[in-house]
């Protein structure tokens, strides 16, 4: 992720210049085709296809492992809870009194990795779109200009949440808060910081509202314009077609 | 807390692999001094000062704390000797009342509570904020909040106090009352860096400078001195008291170069006119 306040990274490539309702259909695209079909097989082309997409927009190397290591904790931990709890197939007898379940692991695994292709899709649309770009082809979508800001507003205050997190971590530890240990006293001790982040994000929305309304926002009758225009070129047409055909394929192909 | 010392040994750093933010600082701050710490915004002065609390540690080179290397040591260890005060006092305060939240930092350091309490009196009243003891910090006014938060690092009396642009956001008499609180804390023995863009201030009311550019030290002493070096003028020419400008504009009269205060050109204006007035007898 990038420090400027956006998940957008700069660079000058096809995936980049691709027409953003052409991204955002790819991206529905895919959720269907992994939400649709739990295979292994389509689950995995889907993955490769957009670590090639990935690094087709010469992303940092840094920005495909940010994905990897967020969905880590759900990577490891819907297998081992399928293992234990959802009875699917045959049990296994560990230790003479837990029961496993390999084939629920498998199922688990496969869920974990169908979330993280989602991801990944949706990353390369907030990786690859200059937010006011972004903006405006929602905008061309039809979706109303309103819902789209404040769309837009929550990504881009997602980087700067953390970063106030990080500030604030950083401030409570030079006042001696130790963080280490871990469950609920973990928990507790990191109140200090999880408060003063609320607090901020509150001061933030409400610095925010305000700023709005004094550039009047929300003013009625009036037909906005936009700086940026996005508009079809011959390769979006062709993207297009290309995404309508492989996720037709996709949808029904016969995998064993 | 007797007053603590700073080494840095070829210290450098990077956010980002092959941008350097600090490129081989070597420095050494003595304990008891009070040293302002200027350069433009990206020079690397509040990366710098994060190395001397923990919160960043070096690519390469050392940072030594009283002769004691600090690589191993936590944050939360080193807070008992390195206070740091935040440039934003939002990213500290979270308690329901000023009391609670000067107390915060005491109440780690594992005071009893006697001690935590007395403290915790004396730095409100040293700060004028009795009267808000028991508000909730977060709706204070601005400059307000930020005293708190200097307030409640003040209270652990580290050996060194580190403050990142304390005085944005304050009026000039806050400012001076701010200043005579460091001052009268650097006299019983804490070593003081300060971050500022106020060269006014640095020039006026502290005796020692270090200036930062590109991630390296480009001077560092006496305050007159480090803002009469060409390294440090020139960079900071614009940012330089307008005294400093009025007498670099009389530089043809006899106006010397060195004049960065008020006193500075009383001074240089009587010793022009007594000249003047020799050379007309």
Known sequence: MNNLGTFYVPRESWVHRADPRVKLLLVAALWAVLLLRQSFDITLAVLLLLHALHLAARLPRENIGFIWKAFLPMLILIPLLWSVFSGVGAPLSVLGFLRVYPQGAMRGML????????????????????????????????????????FSMALHYIPAVQALYHSVSEAQQARGLRLEGGGF????????????????????????????????????????????EVRFRPADYAYLAMILLGTAALLMIQVG | MPA????????????????????????EIAADTFTAVIGQNGSGKTT??????????????????????????????????????????DHQIFSASTRAEVAFGLRNLGLSEGDVQARTDQVLEEFHLL????????????????????????????????????????????TQELLDLLHARNRQGTTILLITHDLRLVADLIPRCLAMSAGQVTAHGATHEVLANPATNGALKNGLPPVH?????????????????????????????????????
């Open chain 1, 185 to 228: 006293q973990r928990l507790r001790r990191m109140m200090p910081i999880l408060v003063t982040v609320m607090i901020g994000g509150l001061r933030m929305t409400d610095q925010l509202t305000r700023a709005l309304e004094a550039r009047a926002f929300g003013v009625k009758g009036v037909r906005r314009t936009y700086l940026r």
């Open chain 2, 48 to 89: 710098l000062m994060k190395h001397f609390n923990g919160l960043l540690r070096p690519a390469s080179g050392q940072v030594l704390v009283d002769g004691e290397d600090i690589s191993r040591q936590p944050v939360s260890e080193l807070a008992r000797r390195v206070g740091y005060v935040f440039q934003n006092p």
């Open chain 2, 131 to 174: 009267p808000y003891a028991h508000r909730q910090p977060a709706t204070l006014s601005f400059g307000l909040r930020r005293k708190v938060s200097i307030a409640a690092v003040f209270a652990m009396q580290p050996g060194l106090l580190i403050l990142d642009e304390p005085t944005s956001g304050l009026d000039w008499k806050s």
């Open chain 1, 111 to 150: 869920l974990a990795l169908r979330l993280v292709s989602m991801a990944f899709a949706l990353f390369l649309w907030l990786y690859t779109t200059e937010p006011g770009v972004m903006l405006v082809g929602l905008v061309k979508l039809n979706i109303p200009y309103p819902w789209v800001l404040v």
């Open chain 2, 245 to 281: 400008q009025l007498a670099a504009s009389l530089k043809n009269q006899g106006f010397p170069a060195n004049v960065f205060t008020v006193d500075d050109f009383g001074a240089a204006y009587r010793a022009t006119s007594e000249s003047l007035r020799g050379d007309a007898a």
């Open chain 2, 4 to 27: 603590v010392s700073l080494q840095t040994r070829d210290l450098t750093f990077s956010y980002l692999p092959g941008s350097p933010v600090l490129r081989g600082i070597n420095l």
